[in-house]
């Protein structure tokens, strides 16, 4: 009976511990329970659960650095799709980073005609080609008789009678040949948008939104083409500027070409820039909404504006430039900063009473900024002036304010730097270009000098963009990986 009660108490102390191995050895398999003394199921007890944590962690490190490695094209769309259901629309989400590359490469060569069309005017070579041939006219004339056919029909315009009356064939061919240079470049330019855009998008390599602006950039490519023509006409008779003034195209149209030049450049630059820093941002979710995030502060939204403001203000000069440029303003008080006696000429001539088409002088004002040269020329010099203390100001908030330090991210930082050295360098070639009476030259570089201007203040302005498509699928994406990551732990649960 002793030795009944012994092995009876035995049990009874034995029995919580037992019962609580056993039910935990009810999710182990092969681990049978009548093989098991209690001593082994309190190992078991303490061994198992590390097992079951490893297991979790080696998959949980496995899937991280899979979709680390691997693309963020699929990762997007699967991100973005509800439940698993595929998207209504089977463009992707994000523009495939080729697309950038080619349109920055598009902007590049934009560039390139931008400047090389400021040459062709400055050399008066934009009217020895009075016809527009889309077509037949890409190729130059091919041999003497085409020559002078070419040659007679420049003789008849208003250019070649009062400027060039001594002009000679050889002469004739070197302006020939800059005109044509500059329409096959605005040709090639066409072409090499038109087609690779096609391809893009029949073979859905960019986004919906993307597609649109794609074809609204090939309009402006189209309509651009039409304002160098509408330009060149404008020189070519006699009715379409003052009598006895010197043949040029009308300014107007010349700004026109030149802002639609400047617009489509920022267009493909600025698309380019968004494709690049949305893919940048989509390779790690996580890292992209806290850069996101941070952008969204409300301190830094004054900075946001300002570098708007400085993008308007830089087109705006750059459109009163164009101005300067058709009416030949710059021949005109190359001084600086000086325009005569003082700071401005008086106001009789900048308010000339000849430039009123109206018996009621009401188009005095707005005719004589638009087409006095004076006014013109002071117009051009204000805003320039109004451009660069508003990004020294600008400088100074971003180097001295302590909220910048703190909230601005370090590329902006760095944007806001090249922007006024851009910015220094335009003003020296203004006034240098001013004081030594438009050298082709020093005018040349002073025209790629406000492109360059403007490329760095729109770089600055896609550093600090917050883009809230981008920010939306962000959040998609890092919910799905989320989502991903919890189905594979519980996954692997389940094989444990």
């Known amino acids: 009976?002793?030795?009944?009660?012994?092995?009876?108490?035995?049990?009874?102390?034995?029995?919580?511990?037992?019962?609580?191995?056993?039910?935990?050895?009810?999710?182990?398999?092969?681990?049978?329970?009548?093989?098991?003394?209690?001593?082994?199921?309190?190992?078991?007890?303490?061994?198992?659960?590390?097992?079951?944590?490893?297991?979790?962690?080696?998959?949980?490190?496995?899937?991280?650095?899979?979709?680390?490695?691997?693309?963020?094209?699929?990762?997007?769309?699967?991100?973005?799709?509800?439940?698993?259901?595929?998207a209504k629309?089977?463009?992707?989400?994000?523009?495939?980073?080729?697309?950038?590359?080619?349109?920055?490469?598009?902007a590049a060569s934009v560039f390139g005609?931008?400047?090389?069309?400021?040459?062709?005017?400055?050399?008066?070579?934009?009217?020895?080609?009075?016809?527009?041939?889309?077509?037949?006219?890409?190729?130059?004339?091919?041999?003497?008789?085409?020559?002078?056919?070419?040659?007679?029909?420049?003789?008849?315009?208003?250019?070649?009678?009062?400027?060039?009356?001594?002009?000679?064939?050889?002469?004739?061919k070197s302006i020939y040949y800059m005109e044509w240079i500059h329409r096959l470049w605005g040709r090639f330019v066409g072409i090499s948008f038109v087609l690779?855009?096609?391809?893009?998008?029949?073979?859905?390599?960019v986004s919906t939104p993307m597609a649109w602006r794609l074809f609204g950039i090939a309009g402006l490519i189209g309509f651009q083409g039409f304002l160098g023509w509408w330009m060149v006409k404008s020189g070519l008779k006699d009715d379409l500027f003052a009598p006895g003034s010197h043949p040029r195209v009308s300014q107007y149209r010349l700004t026109a070409h030149l802002g639609a030049a400047f617009v489509c450049y920022v267009a493909m630059l600025w698309n380019g820039l968004a494709i690049l820093r949305s893919n940048r941002?989509?390779?790690?979710?996580?890292?992209?909404?806290?850069?996101?995030?941070?952008?969204?502060d409300p301190k830094l939204a004054f900075f946001r504006r300002s570098v708007a403001g400085?993008?308007?203000?830089?087109?705006?000069?750059?459109?009163?430039?164009?101005?300067?440029?058709?009416?030949?303003?710059?021949?005109?008080?190359?001084?600086?900063?000086?325009?005569?006696?003082?700071?401005?000429?008086?106001?009789?001539?900048?308010?000339?009473?000849?430039?009123s088409r109206h018996e009621d002088r009401s188009d005095l004002w707005w005719r004589n900024m638009l087409e006095n040269p004076s006014l013109v020329q002071l117009d051009h010099r204000m805003l320039a002036t109004t451009t660069f203390t508003v990004i020294c100001a600008l400088m100074a908030y971003t180097r001295r304010s302590p909220t910048m330090k703190r909230f601005l991210p370090a590329p902006a930082r760095k944007g806001v730097h090249g922007v006024f050295a851009f910015a220094c360098c335009q003003v020296g070639l203004g006034i240098t270009t001013l004081l030594y009476l438009i050298p082709t030259p020093l005018a040349s570089a002073h025209q790629a000098g406000s492109l360059f201007l403007l490329t760095?203040?729109?770089?600055?302005?896609?550093?600090?963009?917050?883009?809230?498509?981008?920010?939306?699928?962000?959040?998609?994406?890092?919910?799905?990986?989320?989502?991903?990551?919890?189905?594979?732990a519980a996954s692997a649960v389940k094989r444990v």
Not at 62 to 73: G, P, V
Not at 196 to 204: D, E, L, M, T, W
Not at 314 to 333: C, E, K, Q, R
Not at 337 to 349: D, F
């Open 196 to 205: 690779p855009a096609v391809y893009f998008v029949a073979r859905k390599k």
């Open 89 to 106: 629309s089977s463009f992707p989400k994000i523009s495939d980073k080729t697309v950038a590359y080619w349109l920055l490469g598009s």
């Open 281 to 296: 941002l989509m390779a790690d979710p996580a890292a992209g909404i806290s850069q996101l995030n941070a952008l969204r």
């Open 113 to 172: 005609i931008v400047v090389f069309g400021g040459l062709t005017r400055l050399t008066e070579s934009g009217l020895s080609i009075t016809e527009w041939r889309p077509v037949t006219g890409s190729l130059p004339p091919m041999n003497a008789e085409h020559w002078e056919d070419e040659f007679a029909k420049y003789r008849a315009s208003p250019e070649f009678q009062l400027l060039n009356p001594n002009m000679t064939l050889s002469e004739f």
């Open 310 to 355: 400085i993008a308007l203000l830089v087109f705006t000069t750059v459109i009163s430039g164009g101005l300067v440029a058709g009416l030949d303003a710059g021949l005109i008080y190359n001084e600086f900063p000086w325009m005569g006696k003082g700071l401005a000429p008086p106001k009789e001539e900048l308010f000339d009473a000849r430039y």
């Open 1 to 86: 009976m002793a030795s009944l009660g012994s092995s009876l108490s035995l049990w009874r102390s034995a029995a919580p511990r037992l019962a609580k191995d056993f039910f935990t050895s009810q999710c182990l398999p092969n681990q049978g329970y009548a093989a098991r003394s209690i001593r082994q199921f309190g190992a078991l007890q303490f061994r198992q659960p590390s097992k079951i944590q490893s297991t979790l962690l080696n998959n949980k490190k496995f899937f991280t650095s899979s979709l680390k490695r691997s693309n963020t094209a699929p990762a997007v769309a699967e991100a973005v799709q509800e439940g698993g259901a595929k």
């Open 456 to 488: 760095w203040v729109m770089v600055l302005g896609s550093r600090v963009w917050h883009p809230s498509r981008t920010a939306k699928l962000l959040q998609m994406a890092a919910k799905a990986r989320s989502q991903q990551l919890s189905s594979t």
